[in-house]
């Protein structure tokens, strides 16, 4: 890592300052590197630590969710941000967000005891690379003025915080879930008692702030989002000019503006429930004014659940909503999309792909780690993927597919599992069977 730094004459980043992005941020083989000392470092930990202390130290693992979502309510590491560089003394952050200077001097040394801010000198914090990534969008006048707009800009602050909002709230139900899945849709429908989908729940009233949190978390989606991603798995050839790609639960549509930026001769159409396609129409008017005027993209509401109105075309895809639901609403949704589709047609799905701890031989990209890592490289892995995946569970009792399955749910409903390209978002590309 430091070579391929010092190569483009930079110094390895310190994890003191706060974040930076560079290009080598997105080099592919240097993430690979990242994950390899990551599994490898988190192994060691796991060997050499006491065992006692390893189960100390994740049995209360709820008090990382709960520190990051109280300092990401009372917008600690914007107020640091605000203070400088040389960080803040607590009574300072008490003075700006009216916290008491001794729960926020507990709960700033818990996390810099974790490495996210850094404890300068007794009592005064600075935001370091980590912490840094808290900062919203907007200065903290700003998000005092307007507070269900906090989160406009800030997809990673959204993130966290929707975490320790509806997710902590409700995971205290998994158990119970778990063992009487039958009585609930998901954890998530007995701790808000509401029989209605988190998406539905969100356009009650009283949710607006937690559904203009979850577009700001979807916006950013586009920025994570390279295009190449999207052809990884089609044919050169297999698209042409005016052809039709929907973008099926898009949301407002930052993959398909991502896309129509990399493919501008092609022809896009956003799907989502209402309150989306209403968000979509302000995002595009901002990031790409001509699209929808002239007809090359069409914001469209669509419930997946009833039959696909675009027949016949090139691409239907679906990023990260299929791990939404369970399996036999996930077979629903292709089934409509099978239903309206040409000979031609293909579908791809983006979704984590959940991969086995051990070696797994029937993998059709099979990877070899270095011995003695774990076969999906741990937290350096699938930390996300795995968390994910019981974040999908405790929401929706939704899922992170492993590749058979995601061949399964293809099969089952008309849909041949043609190439998987694994990566922090899996493609996968399916032809009509
Ligand atoms: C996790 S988000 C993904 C959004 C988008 N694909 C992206 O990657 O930015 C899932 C989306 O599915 C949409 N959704 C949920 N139920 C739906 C339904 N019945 N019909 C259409 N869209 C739905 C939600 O509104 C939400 O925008």
Redesign the pocket.
């Known amino acids: 890592l430091e070579s391929a730094y010092s190569k483009d004459g930079l110094a390895f980043p310190s994890l003191d300052d706060p974040f930076r992005p560079t290009p080598l941020d997105q080099d592919a083989a240097l993430a690979e590197t990242r994950r390899l000392i990551v599994a490898a470092a988190a192994q060691l930990i796991a060997t050499v630590r006491s065992p006692v202390e390893v189960l100390q130290e994740y049995a209360p693992g709820m008090y990382m969710t709960a520190t990051l979502g109280f300092v990401e309510e009372t917008n600690v590491a914007d107020i640091i941000k605000e203070g400088g560089a040389q960080g803040l003394h607590v009574k300072a952050i008490s003075l700006r967000n009216g916290v008491d200077e001794s729960y926020l001097a507990r709960v700033l040394r818990f996390l810099a005891t974790r490495h996210v801010f850094k404890e300068v000198t007794p009592n005064v914090f600075s935001n370091n690379r980590i912490s840094s990534l808290l900062v919203k969008a907007k200065s903290v006048q700003a998000i005092n003025e307007d507070p269900v707009a906090k989160y406009d800009g800030a997809p990673l602050a959204s993130f966290v915080a929707s975490s320790a909002d509806v997710a902590l709230k409700s995971v205290h139900l998994f158990s119970p879930f778990l063992q009487n899945p039958g009585n609930a849709a998901a954890p998530f429908n007995i701790a808000f008692k509401t029989e209605a989908?988190m998406?539905d729940w969100y356009e009650e009233p009283g949710n607006e702030w937690r559904a203009r949190r979850f577009t700001a978390a979807?916006k950013g989606?586009g920025d994570r989002f390279p295009p190449q991603l999207f052809t990884s798995g089609i044919r050169g050839d297999a698209l042409s000019p005016d052809d039709v790609v929907v973008?099926v639960?898009?949301?407002i549509g930052?993959?398909a503006l991502a896309l129509y930026k990399a493919f501008p001769n092609l022809r896009y159409v956003v799907?989502?429930?209402g309150k989306?396609i209403d968000e979509a129409g302000k995002f595009w008017e901002a990031n790409a004014p001509d699209a929808v005027s002239s007809g090359r993209v069409l914001l469209q509401v669509?419930?997946?659940?009833t039959p696909q109105p675009v027949k016949n075309a090139a691409v239907y895809f679906?990023?990260?909503?299929i791990h939404?639901w369970p399996d036999h609403d996930a077979k629903k949704i292709l089934s409509n999309l099978r239903d309206a589709a040409a000979p031609s047609s293909k579908l791809i799905l983006f979704d984590s792909l959940a991969v086995y701890s051990c070696e797994d031989p029937s993998s059709s990209v099979p990877k070899k780690v270095p011995y003695p890592l774990l076969g999906n490289l741990g937290i350096g892995g699938a930390g996300f993927a795995t968390g994910l995946d019981l974040q999908m569970l405790t929401l929706f009792n939704g899922k992170e597919r492993t590749e058979d399955e995601f061949r399964e749910l293809g099969r089952v409903t008309g849909w041949k599992l043609d190439s998987v390209t694994p990566g922090p978002l899996a493609t996968m590309v399916f032809s009509v069977i």
């Open positions: 989908k998406w979807m989606g973008d639960g898009g949301s930052s993959v799907q989502d429930l989306q669509h419930d997946f659940f679906l990023r990260v909503v939404d």
